[in-house]
């Protein structure tokens, strides 16, 4: 199985900042990578796909980069909606795996 | 809209079944493959299963592997998941999600259902 690895597993960042989080999959994966984001009590809602393709609807401010093993989530404006955890998760193969999430506190 | 709504979530003792449903609307049920995907509480995501659109095609994590199964009734664009022999660690919001595809292999989930809690406990 693909082993998928985030870091942080938690940041505090003010409204505003330019907010990173990064993906580190456990073979190279291509471009198979896709991020969440899931607010406290709620169902994840998908962000970004094929690790640079935004879904429809979601903010500009939301990007996504990379491809083989290393890739990156990028807030470039933290809103006080995007407060939330994140997370990552590899299309590349089955079992489809997940980080184990970054969590984005309020400084 | 795309919409998928949980049900039949509940407490059940070890070694039980129960069998959650999931009502989709808002797209050609038919033409996409379906999946579950579970949190326990206050961990991370986990994939359980998927099933391709035609329902000829159904796919297993290891650890339910041999005790769940997933079916799919299209005629009421509902997807099932039938727990047996479950157990502690099987506790969890299970959710429902959407494939962008027919086919059931890996992919993202493009929407996902609220969840519906499964707590197995004795």
């Known amino acids: 199985d693909i082993q998928v690895t985030q870091s942080p597993s938690s940041l505090s960042a003010s409204v505003g900042d330019r907010v990173t989080i990064t993906c580190r999959a456990s073979?190279?994966?291509?471009?198979?990578l896709n991020w969440y984001q899931q607010k406290s009590g709620k169902a994840p809602k998908l962000l970004i796909y094929?690790?640079?393709s935004l879904q429809s609807g979601v903010p500009s401010r939301f990007s996504g980069s990379g491809s083989g093993t290393d890739f990156t989530l990028t807030i470039s404006s933290l809103e006080p909606e995007d407060f939330a955890t994140y997370h990552c998760?590899?299309?590349?193969?089955?079992?489809?795996?997940f980080g184990q999430g970054t969590k984005v506190e309020i400084k | 809209e795309v919409q998928l709504v949980e049900s039949g979530g509940g407490l059940v003792q070890p070694g039980g079944s129960l069998r959650l449903s999931c009502a989709a609307s808002?797209?050609?049920?038919?033409?996409?493959?379906m999946s579950w995907v579970r949190q326990a509480p206050g961990k991370g995501l986990e994939w359980v299963s998927s099933?391709?659109?035609?329902?000829?095609?159904?796919y297993f994590a290891d650890s339910v592997k041999g005790r769940f199964t997933i079916s799919r009734d299209n005629s009421k664009n509902t997807v099932y998941l039938q727990m047996n022999s479950l157990r502690v660690e099987d506790t969890a919001v299970y959710y429902c999600?959407?494939?962008?595809?027919?086919?059931?292999?890996?992919?993202?989930?493009?929407?996902w259902g609220q969840g519906t809690l499964v707590a197995v406990s004795s």
């Open positions: 099933l391709s659109g035609g329902g000829g095609s159904a």
């Open positions: 998760q590899q299309s590349f193969s089955t079992p489809r795996t």
């Open positions: 073979q190279s994966i291509s471009t198979y």
């Open positions: 094929a690790a640079s």
């Open positions: 999600a959407k494939d962008p595809y027919s086919a059931g292999t890996a992919s993202h989930f493009d929407y």
């Open positions: 808002g797209f050609a049920f038919t033409s996409y493959a």
